[in-house]
């Protein structure tokens, strides 16, 4: 049951980035190919990693968790830049963003150091020793810059914080820390077009055909899609290139002008179904190390969800995070897999 919403997202994924050649004189099926390769390698992933016992995971945190950080430093040095951020290393003509394998990595950082500190430490001491196996995977993925993703990785470490339960005092901390990082990033690390990115998002009409260019084409084809959609292949943002990142960032405005209210809301409807089928795994976990790992990727699912569907319809600023399961992204789309595989085999032990 966890399986068929999964499956039903991946193919929306699939065929919108296929409509796009649908209406090309020279239609290039590129990204469609290496997205359908992607695609069976981690569905192949995932049935080996549920039938694989989770608590493997363990034995194996310090490894994940340092080999992550050290991709995340090599890739300012020797990756390939796309878009002003040095994020991807480029084998063969395959990219691989290792940000997505340090979202993996520090889930199940996370997940093992609360299994075996929950009990031993107060709230200070979680808040202190967590954040600092969060703070260089964060750090490193800011100096790309990728503040998207970096915002991810803070939703992760705070998400399981959050979990035990939150006195004022530290709730206090975090929104200190919160405006500290805040002011130091505004006024000496962000560019100036990523400054305009959140004016936008405050004043959406602030830069029309500059920074707002993108918000504004997306929020056109949301809208064009009406009830039933224009069809796959016929809306005239996306194949007329007004909507940018098509395949990636926007492509739940892709899909919602091809397919319409009707399309854009079955999207919302599986990921409510497969957000709620994670949830009852939780539940009925078998240890807390299970129910840690399977509630760390519902952050990751659910905050990455929020955030792009409401930046394709302008209630989030753009943040360059594509939408799980349904965007073009090879690495992403296989880590994503990876973890429901994890996911099931915590589901398939209850049942043992």
């Known amino acids: 049951m966890l399986f068929a919403p999964v499956l039903l997202l991946v193919i929306f994924g699939l065929s919108s980035i296929y409509s796009m050649t649908l209406n090309v004189e020279n239609p290039d099926l590129t990204l469609f190919n290496k997205q359908i390769i992607f695609a069976i390698i981690g569905f192949v992933l995932l049935f080996f990693f549920s039938f694989f016992d989770y608590r493997f995971w363990k034995n194996y945190t310090v490894f994940l968790y340092l080999s992550a950080n050290i991709f995340l430093a090599a890739v300012l040095f020797f990756g390939q830049t796309i878009r002003g951020t040095s994020g991807w ?3 063969w003509g395959i990219s691989f963003q290792p940000v997505e394998f340090a979202k993996f990595s520090l889930v199940i950082a996370l997940a093992h150091f609360y299994n075996l500190k929950y009990k031993k430490l107060g709230l200070t001491s979680l808040f202190f020793f967590s954040g600092l196996i969060a703070i260089l995977p964060i750090a490193l993925t800011i100096f790309q810059p990728d503040f998207g993703s970096a915002f991810i990785l803070i939703i992760i470490w705070f998400g399981f914080f959050i979990l035990f339960g939150i006195k004022k005092k530290q709730f206090l901390y975090f929104l200190a820390l919160i405006a500290t990082v805040a002011l130091i990033l505004w006024n000496f690390i962000l560019f100036d077009y990523q400054q305009n990115r959140i004016l936008v998002f405050v004043d959406p009409g602030r830069d029309p055909l500059g920074s707002g260019y993108n918000v504004r084409q997306s929020i056109i084809a949301v809208g064009s899609g009406k009830f039933t959609g224009r069809g796959l292949g016929l809306g005239t943002q996306s194949q007329l ?3 940018p990142e098509i395949a990636t960032d926007f ?4 899909i919602s002008e091809s397919l319409g209210f009707c399309g854009a809301a079955m999207v919302v409807v599986f990921f409510t179904y497969f957000f709620a089928k994670l949830l009852l795994i939780i539940k009925k976990a078998k240890d807390d190390f299970g129910a840690y790992l399977v509630y760390g990727f519902l952050i ?10 409401g930046m394709n319809i302008g209630l989030f600023p753009v943040a360059g995070l594509p939408l799980p399961l349904v965007s073009y992204g090879g690495s992403f789309l296989v880590v994503c897999l990876v973890g429901i595989g994890i996911v099931e085999s915590v589901s398939i032990s209850e049942k043992q």
């Open 300 to 309: 990751i699912f659910f905050s990455q969800t929020v955030i792009n569907i």
């Open 241 to 243: 290139r007004f909507l």
């Open 251 to 254: 492509i739940y405005a892709n």
């Open 89 to 91: 290393f480029n084998f």
